[in-house]
């Protein structure tokens, strides 16, 4: 199946700081790429649909200013969470479908676990 | 509202037997149906998925159920082994986009 590298897998920061995601698409390019969250125990709730080349679309009650997603190529896309703050903490994962299968073929990263302190 | 209403919420089952997770939804213009497995610190992997034309599809020891008229989708393990203990999610296309809505998960257990 496609692949989807996600970096880092971890990644502990200070509060206030800011934390950059990457979630590229190794074997295939893709135009639009999915953020979501997932808190302990719990589902993964779509954050943002990422479009390369354009502006990110965000959820109700997501942010957009907190969580800044920029998808410079066909292959990346990235999240940053600024000002990050101990209710950030949390499991980040992205997704990707590879070429026009659409949702037929949805290929997740190994998401990435951030602690804020 | 949600989307798609998944249950138990945990599951134990003894190793060798049938784990079995049920899922509803409620959009009737659902044209696919994912099962997603995940292990703690890893992001999902897709097990099996099923189009609306079939009422089941088996891939080894996991089998996917469909029931167009009651809009309900399961998932049966057969032989559940212990390294199937795991969170499994059903999901539907969000409508009018590709991202999925996932459900709320199943933690399984499988116990020797």
């Known amino acids: 199946g496609a692949v989807v590298s996600q970096h880092p897998s971890r990644v502990i920061c200070k509060s206030g700081t800011s934390v950059k995601i990457e979630c590229r698409s190794l074997d295939f390019q893709a135009t639009t790429m999915f953020w979501y969250r997932q808190f302990p125990k719990q589902s993964l709730m779509l954050m943002a649909t990422?479009?390369?080349?354009?502006?990110?679309?965000?959820e109700q009650g997501v942010e957009k200013d907190k969580f800044l997603i920029n998808h410079a190529s066909l292959t990346l896309s990235t999240l940053t969470v600024t000002s990050a703050h101990p209710e950030d903490s949390s499991f980040y994962i992205c997704?990707?479908?590879?070429?026009?299968?659409?949702?037929?073929?949805?290929?997740f990263g190994q998401g990435t676990r951030l602690t804020v302190v | 509202q949600q989307q798609v209403k998944q249950s138990p919420q945990s599951l134990i089952v003894q190793k060798g037997g049938i784990s079995i997770i049920n899922c509803a939804y409620e959009?009737?213009?659902?044209?696919?149906f994912p099962w997603y497995q995940q292990f703690p610190g890893k992001g999902p992997a897709l097990l099996i998925a099923?189009?609306?034309?079939?009422s089941e599809k088996k891939e080894g020891r996991f089998t996917i159920s469909f029931n167009k008229s009651a809009k309900q989708f399961s998932l049966h393990i057969m032989d559940s082994q212990p390294g199937d203990s795991a969170t499994y999610f059903c999901?539907?296309?969000?409508?009018?986009?590709?991202?999925?809505?996932f459900g709320k998960g199943t933690r399984l257990s499988v116990i020797a």
């Open positions: 999901a539907v296309p969000k409508p009018g986009n590709t991202p999925l809505v």
């Open positions: 959009n009737t213009a659902f044209d696919y």
């Open positions: 990422s479009n390369e080349g354009s502006k990110a679309t965000y």
């Open positions: 099923i189009r609306p034309d079939v």
């Open positions: 997704s990707a479908n590879p070429g026009d299968r659409g949702h037929l073929e949805a290929f």
